[in-house]
T-cell receptor, first 113, second 117 residues
Framework: DQQVKQNSPSLSVQEGRISILNCDYTNSMFDYFLWYKKYPAEGPTFLISISSIKDKNEDGRFTVFLNKSAKHLSLHIVPSQPGDSAVYFCAASGWDSNYQLIWGAGTKLIIKP | EAQVTQNPRYLITVTGKKLTVTCSQNMNHEYMSWYRQDPGLGLRQIYYSMNVEVTDKGDVPEGYKVSRKEKRNFPLILESPSPNQTSLYFC????????????????FGPGTRLTVL
């Protein structure tokens, strides 16, 4: 039973436009959500996070939105740049899982020139 | 430089030949984890450790062993590797997680590509 789902395996976006990556979760006890970015042949690197007490967190071109009632979060990248092409993982944690991170399957983002 | 290192980065081996993948972190983190990444399945946790001499099974522990004798090291041991353990492996570390706080951020190693023939 997947507690964290990223339903889009891939997404293609024109350079300069907005990229929106989505993530759904089922466990209402999750209280912290993170996005990681992964390039080929490298380990994932932390991108941005949000606590369940907030509904938005912004860091430069990256904004994460959390909708707790819908158990949904999204990552917005504006404007999208070629270097943003990577696999993006959504992860969540909560006290009931010993704060172990539960990961989505990832979405491959391709930025077209 | 704060980092997580893994060795080897690439390994091709044969079924049944015991192997160890080492992992070391220099950030004095309490928590360490091993993951495998397979196409379409994302990152699945194999084992984790919340402190020295404290280890726990993750989602896919079968066929793997770990040990945590020192805070900085967390080796992954495959006693008798099989072809279904062919995968990309990541070690990760972080501070003790706190409720809704940034301590939940994990730092990953560069990965170990393992092929079992």
């Amino acid at each position: 039973d997947q507690q964290v789902k990223q339903n889009s395996p891939s997404l293609s976006v024109q350079e300069g436009r907005i990229s929106i990556l989505n993530c759904d979760y089922t466990n209402s006890m999750f209280d912290y959500f993170l996005w990681y970015k992964k390039y080929p042949a490298e380990g994932p690197t932390f991108l941005i996070s949000i606590s369940s007490i907030k509904d938005k967190n912004e860091d430069g071109r990256f904004t994460v939105f959390l909708n707790k009632s819908a158990k949904h979060l999204s990552l917005h990248i504006v404007p999208s740049q070629p270097g943003d092409s990577a696999v993006y993982f959504c992860a969540a944690s909560g006290w009931d899982s010993n704060y172990q991170l539960i990961w989505g399957a990832g979405t491959k983002l391709i930025i077209k020139p | 430089e704060a980092q997580v290192t893994q060795n080897p980065r690439y390994l091709i081996t044969v079924t049944g030949k015991k192997l160890t993948v080492t992992c070391s972190q220099n950030m004095n983190h309490e928590y360490m984890s091993w993951y495998r990444q397979d196409p379409g399945l994302g990152l699945r946790q194999i084992y984790y450790s919340m402190n020295v001499e404290v280890t726990d099974k993750g989602d896919v522990p079968e066929g793997y062993k770990v040990s945590r004798k020192e805070k900085r090291n967390f080796p992954l041991i495959l006693e008798s590797p099989s072809p279904n353990q062919t995968s990309l492996y990541f070690c990760a570390s972080r501070n003790r997680p706190q409720t809704g706080a940034a301590g939940n951020e994990q730092f990953f190693g560069p990965g170990t590509r393992l092929t079992v023939l």
